[in-house]
């Protein structure tokens, strides 16, 4: 069978165990009745657990490259943080056309710096990446100026956690990057190391699509995953959301990088920004929806001071996360002085898209 997450493994034998101990000698492999997915995610499902684990069916390629599951199970991260699919709600399935990547993908006319221009600390001793003297945190800020680390996080029981005073900035992260002479014991590596909680990707049944939960308990400042997409210029971003049939509706998957936007006076390249487009290929944190009383929070991560430009958004829990809850977060990040005077406007009302997050705090509309 090869390559099957635990899940997998654990949806079929709780569906066996369901179906109870038929005597029938079976010759063509019963469908799976998975409890958790409606029927034709059952379908794909079960394509892929019954075909994509054998290597020696090349004309079964495309069909593999195109299985969501097949696309979960083949992160570094499947293993020890796996995500999971379900829909007991409603005959939706993912979009046939998305495609999960682990990574962002350039698109076209956006280069990334080569290799032989990225630099790193030459820190001999890994805990030395938590002090001032570490290259790696030249540009950070320091919030509190007592403390002799100025590393952003904290170390609790062997794990890294970004610490209280930053939770609450909008504060860029620096960390040590593969060039580094520091090694995988380093403590400034946490995005670096990607995903290390369960995430299941499951049909909300209040209407507001498709949400993202946490499997196990997550503690406030834990690292959580990155915003992953297609990398696209300014030009194809407008292109995009003209082609899109509702714009509005499209800004709910584009971000821009525009976090050292302001520092372009110093690298002239700076001020042209670039955009990550999740709509079609992109991480399971892509359907994280909004609230406007969130439990995480997105901040710019930079692991080499050349990638700038193409910063990463790494979400972090701004509080402590039962399993089991729905992630969130602020997809304007508060920033509604504008919508307060256009909600006002009762013409523009009528053209703002309605909030649906349902917290006693909602502004009523998103945009
Ligand atoms: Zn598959
Ligand atoms: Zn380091
Ligand atoms: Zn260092
Ligand atoms: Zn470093």
Redesign the pocket.
Known sequence: MGKVTRQVQEASSKSAAAKGSSSKSVTVPPPLAVPHINIEMRERFHR?FYF?GKDNQPELEAE?KA?H??QIISFTTAKLAPISIVNPVDDECLPKDFVFIQHCVPGEGIYLPDAEFLSGCDCKKTSSCKYAKCHCLQDMTILDKRRPEVYVYKSVNGGEYLREEYLDTREPIYECNSKCSCDDGCPNRVVEKGRTVPLQVFRTSDNRGWGVRCLRDVKKGQFIDRYVGELITTEETEMRRQQSVISQKKDVYLFELDKFKGDSDRDPSLANTVFVDGEFKSGPSRFINHSCDPNLRIFARVSDHALKRFHDLAFFAIKDIPANTELTFDYVDGEDEKLEEEKKDPGHRKEMTRCLCKAKNCRGYLW
Do not use: G, I, P
Request: proline letters at 0%; glycine letters at 0%; hydrophobic letters at 15%.
């Open positions: 892929h994509h593999r299985c599951w097949c």
